[in-house]
C-alpha cells in the first residue's frame, strides 16, 4: 500500500504522487500523502497532505499544502492550511493557521491565524482571532472560547418598539439599567 520509513523513532507512511487510494486508511504513525485519496484518513500523530482527500481527516495535527480535500477536519491539537490549498468542509482544532482558502464552519478552541493570502467563507469560533492585511473573510466571527463577558462591559439593552418608546415616554422615569430604543419601521 506505502512506503514505510523512520524519522525520530516513529514510523511514518508515505502516499507517493500518482498514487490513488480507494478506501480508509487507519494508521497509527504519521502520514505524508502527495497521492489521492478516496475515503476517510484516521491518525494518532501527524498528518501531512499534498494531494486530494475526498472524505474526513481525524488526526492529532495536520499540515496541507498544495491539497484540495473534501470533507470534515479534527484534529486533537492544530491544524495548519498554507498556500494552494482548497478545503470544502468544517474544521474543529486546538490551533489553526491559515493562507490556503477555506468554506466551511471553523471551530477553533484556541487562536485562529488568517494570513494576507487566505480566502475564508465560514463562520469562525474561536478564542481568539488574527487577521493578517490582504484576507478575506466572509462570514460571522464569534468568540465565544475567550474568557471574557460582554455583560461585565456592557449594559444590558432592549430593542422597543415605536408604541412601547411612547409609552415608556408617558411613565414616570425607573432607575435601572440604560435602555436602548430601536425605532421600527
Known amino acids: 500500500m506505502n512506503n514505510l520509513s523512520e524519522a525520530g523513532g516513529s514510523e511514518i507512511a508515505i502516499i507517493p504522487k500518482g498514487t ?6 487507519d494508521i497509527t504513525g504519521k502520514l505524508e500523502m502527495y497521492g489521492e485519496i478516496n475515503g476517510n484518513i484516521n491518525s494518532n500523530d501527524r ?24 470533507g470534515k477536519i479534527e484534529c486533537i491539537q492544530g491544524a495548519v492550511v498554507r498556500d494552494n490549498t482548497v478545503i470544502l468542509g468544517d474544521i474543529c482544532a486546538d490551533s489553526l ?26 463562520d469562525i469560533r474561536a478564542k481568539a482571532i488574527q487577521v493578517s492585511n490582504g484576507a478575506a473573510i466572509n462570514g460571522k466571527c464569534s468568540l465565544c472560547y475567550a474568557e471574557l463577558n460582554m455583560n461585565d462591559i456592557f449594559p444590558e439593552t432592549e430593542i422597543k418598539t415605536d408604541a412601547e418608546a411612547e409609552e415608556e415616554t408617558e411613565k414616570p422615569k425607573q432607575s435601572g439599567k440604560p435602555k436602548a430604543v430601536a425605532k421600527k419601521k
Not at 490513488?20 to 486508511?25: D, M, P
Not at 498528518?47 to 491539497?67: Q, R
Not at 477555506?102 to 475564508?120: H, P
Open 20 to 25: 490513488v487510494i480507494n478506501g480508509n486508511i
Open 47 to 70: 498528518v501531512n497532505i499534498c494531494g486530494a482527500v475526498t472524505g474526513d481527516i481525524k488526526a492529532n495535527d495536520l499540515y496541507t499544502k498544495d491539497s484540495f480535500i473534501e
Open 97 to 122: 493557521v491559515i493562507d490556503g482558502a477555506i468554506q466551511g464552519k471553523l471551530d477553533v478552541k484556541g487562536c485562529v491565524t488568517v494570513g494576507e493570502r487566505a480566502i475564508v467563507d465560514s
